[in-house]
């Protein structure tokens, strides 16, 4: 396995007649080298896009919630009163903070103030929503209907020592971000895609059988999964591109399935060419 075959499996056809001598173990190096430029490029996507926005979301919360402290499953804050905090790209939505209060919150309450959550002294309730579907559906969140509420109680949180939720928080929060976000995501993202690929060939190789079949073509099951797993190459470069565009790529499951079936097409025909043509049958004897 060479790091060059990337390219040429892109744009190079005459690179798949060497592909069905391939061994298994370099089609799985293969897929790995594959699924190590797809988990690098998230972690840049993760860099530029999510990271910033979390950052932004962060320093939100530390200038528009109260400072609150939680000893002992008890919630405090220096707010005399209920804090009403809304988003200011989702000013439609809240979230309440009132920790003088005791009293169980209804879903009533959270539909009239348009709440995803309120936190209480010892309990945080979290609105249950449904996506709508129905015209006349009530909307408590655009989109949304609030259906019910989940209640946490907090008295499994802080007890042997208290949690301060105040600017420092958030800002240490913000700072450790990638140093967690990054590896994890890194480790998760190549384990999946490895095993996603994987799969992925196996699916490749019976569209390769039926294209094979089509061309009248001699190649047998193993061969063409290892084809399919080089073919695959374009399609994650689509990917890696799609990590970058804000907006969903408009059927882009359909479109991943055109390329793969072009490459497939081209790749067997031209390792079928070089098989050569089987003997023909002996006459019978008379």
């Known amino acids: 396995m060479h790091p060059l075959d990337a390219v040429k499996s892109l744009v190079d056809f005459n690179f798949y007649r060497t592909v069905p001598r391939r061994s298994y173990g370099e089609a799985s190096l293969y897929l790995a080298m594959l699924s190590l430029i797809f988990a690098t490029a998230?972690?840049?996507?993760?860099?530029?896009?999510?990271?910033?926005?979390?950052?932004?979301?962060?320093?939100?919360?530390r200038d528009s919630f109260p400072t609150m402290t939680l000893?002992?499953?008890?919630?405090?804050s220096d707010a005399k009163g209920p804090v009403v905090v809304r988003h200011p790209e989702l000013k439609h939505v809240s979230i309440v903070v009132d920790t003088?209060?005791?009293?169980?919150?209804?879903?009533?309450?959270l539909q009239e103030n348009g709440a995803l959550a309120i936190l209480t002294r010892n309990k945080v309730y979290i609105a249950k929503l449904r996506p709508i579907l129905e015209s006349r559906s009530k909307e408590s969140v655009p989109g949304f209907a609030i259906d019910g509420v989940e209640t946490h109680i907090l008295d499994t949180y802080a007890k042997d020592e208290s949690l301060i939720l105040d600017s420092d928080f958030y800002d240490n929060i913000s700072r450790k971000l990638p140093l967690v976000l990054y590896p994890?995501?890194?480790?998760?993202?190549?384990?999946?895609?490895?095993?996603?690929?994987?799969?992925?060939?196996?699916?490749y190789s019976l569209?390769?059988?039926l294209i094979n079949g089509f061309q009248t073509g001699?190649?047998?099951?193993?061969?063409?999964?290892?084809?399919?797993?080089?073919?695959?190459?374009?399609?994650?470069?689509?990917q890696i591109a799609a990590?970058?565009?804000?907006?969903?790529?408009?059927?882009?499951?359909?479109?991943?399935?055109?390329v793969v079936g072009v490459y497939l097409w081209k790749a067997i025909a031209i390792v079928n060419a070089d098989l050569p043509e089987p003997p023909e049958p002996s006459p019978l004897p008379e």
Request: proline share 6%.
């Open 207 to 209: 569209m390769g059988l």
């Open 42 to 61: 998230m972690i840049f996507a993760l860099m530029f896009q999510v990271v910033p926005q979390i950052r932004t979301t962060l320093n939100w919360a």
């Open 71 to 76: 000893t002992e499953g008890t919630l405090t």
């Open 184 to 203: 994890v995501a890194f480790i998760f993202t190549f384990g999946f895609f490895f095993i996603w690929k994987h799969g992925a060939a196996v699916v």
């Open 100 to 109: 003088n209060r005791v009293e169980p919150v209804t879903v009533e309450e």
């Open 243 to 258: 990590l970058f565009i804000p907006e969903p790529i408009r059927l882009f499951g359909l479109i991943t399935l055109i």
């Open 218 to 238: 001699r190649l047998e099951f193993p061969a063409l999964y290892r084809i399919a797993v080089f073919v695959q190459t374009p399609v994650v470069i689509l």
